[in-house]
């Protein structure tokens, strides 16, 4: 039994760093955020409304990664952690959101395998990345790149256990860590641009 659902840091990064996270995510290519392979643009856009783009950068990767395994050990969770993801670089714009959904599973049949291809998106017990063979995605961050005044709506919701945490207005810089299978959302944004920067820590299946 999970007690903590969440692990909130208000401040987790400085201003400055927040920018240039931003400016590394804005170097690349942003792309619409998909949800389910398949669906038509239509479906796509009810359920996903956000653009993405990588960011692999190891300061940036270290720092992330660092705070995820703090928030491992200091929420109680002591997950087997191993392998963190790249860093999800995403906006969202006027009516942007993402539905309720997971990160993924975490028991056997979550386990990733080994493909030479997938689809886009690609399905989470998949992998073309070889260290995420037999993995699965432990904990999620989610961090907050804009000041409140930014944008409104946008606001994370996490549910677990049928309770529903909210961190509406969060500061710059601030961010949440989670179990990968909480069930979570971005309510729509009404107006501005929300930036953020996601992360997924893997670990061997639950057992």
């Not at 432990?138 to 930014?150: A, G, H, I």
């Amino acid at each position: 039994m999970i007690t903590n659902h969440y692990w909130y840091v208000p401040e987790a990064l400085s201003p400055q760093q927040c920018d240039e996270l931003c400016s590394l995510g804005e170097s690349f290519e942003q792309k619409p955020g998909i949800h389910l392979a398949g669906s038509s643009p239509e479906e796509q856009e009810n359920y996903r409304d956000s653009e993405i783009s990588w960011v692999s950068n190891e300061f940036y990767m270290d720092l992330l990664s660092g705070w995820i395994q703090q928030a491992n050990k200091e929420a109680n969770w002591w997950f087997d952690l191993q392998t963190p993801e790249k860093i999800q670089y995403t906006t969202y714009k006027a009516d942007g959101h993402y539905d309720w959904h997971i990160d993924g599973l975490a028991d056997n049949h979550a386990a990733r395998k080994l493909k030479s291809k997938t689809p886009n998106p690609c399905p989470l017990n998949e992998t073309i990345d070889p260290n995420l063979q037999g993995l699965v995605r432990k904990l999620s961050l989610t961090l907050n790149l804009s000041k409140p005044e930014d944008h409104q709506g946008g606001v994370l919701e996490i549910v677990h256990n049928n309770t529903l945490h909210q961190f509406p207005d969060p500061p710059k810089g601030s961010l949440v860590v989670f179990p990968s299978w909480f069930r979570h959302r971005i309510t729509p944004i009404t107006q501005g641009i929300r930036k953020s920067a996601v992360m997924w820590y893997n670990g061997l299946p639950l057992r």
